[in-house]
């Protein structure tokens, strides 16, 4: 599951919503109980946004948007922890104190023992967006979708933001995607996808429940595939 930075904040835009982010926590806890293995990767624009970093080096401000990611993983990690899930956060930067560096055979390894992994800090390298890192994670954990938990209920035709009159698409290819170039996550993520044979379903996180329905029906948002 990719699930956004500013999800978690909520109508309060910055930083993490205890009650929001709970509600969102409940909805993976049913997913887990249906069976589901559920592993997570977090952005952290509810911390640092690219306007605001885009007066800084953009090494150090990448770096500092890995630091927002774990912040967001630690808090998820807090919550889902008190409403009785096992859960492990791994980072793909080592700071030992925090969380697990992230190996991927204990990451399959808690993933098999029914635990929920949180993926913090990206790639670890600048330059790549926690879209990407989502996808390169779903990649070596041989997952079989990836959950995307937007701000939108889906993809469109344009920005239904800016057009009222947009078009969501229930089903569209990684070809059709990069053709008419729409940006539900960035090239590099989708081309990682694609290669991969991993389909992405995008839905909005409004509704929590959403992540639940992702999972039990098939009208949820727009299915990405090849």
Do not use: W
Not at 182 to 193: P, T, V
């Amino acid at each position: 599951m990719k699930l956004s930075g500013e999800s978690l904040a909520g109508k309060k835009r910055h930083g993490i919503d205890y009650l929001v982010a709970t509600r969102i926590c409940e909805a993976i806890k049913e997913c887990h109980d249906l069976g589901v293995e559920v592993s997570i990767v977090v952005g952290g624009g509810n911390f640092l946004r690219g306007a605001a970093a885009s007066e800084l080096d953009r090494t150090r401000a990448d770096h500092m948007g890995m630091l927002a990611t774990t912040i967001n993983s630690l808090g998820l990690a807090s919550i889902i922890e008190k409403i009785g899930l096992d859960v492990r956060v791994q980072t793909a930067v080592f700071m030992r104190q925090f969380a697990e560096p992230y190996i991927r055979s204990k990451a399959l390894s808690h993933i098999k023992k029914r635990r929920v992994v949180i993926f913090g800090c990206g790639t670890g390298n600048p330059f790549f967006s926690t879209d990407t890192a989502a996808s390169l994670r779903a990649a070596e954990i041989e997952a079989d979708v990836i959950l995307k938990a937007t701000t939108v209920d889906g993809v469109y035709d344009s920005d239904p933001k800016l057009n009222k009159n947009a078009v969501r698409y229930k089903k569209i290819s990684f070809e059709d995607v990069l053709a008419k170039n729409l940006r539900f996550m960035d090239s590099a993520a989708s081309s990682l996808c694609k290669e991969n044979g991993i389909p992405v379903l995008v839905f909005s996180i409004e509704n929590p429940k959403n992540i639940v329905r992702s999972v039990l029906e098939d009208d949820v948002g727009t299915i990405v595939k090849s």
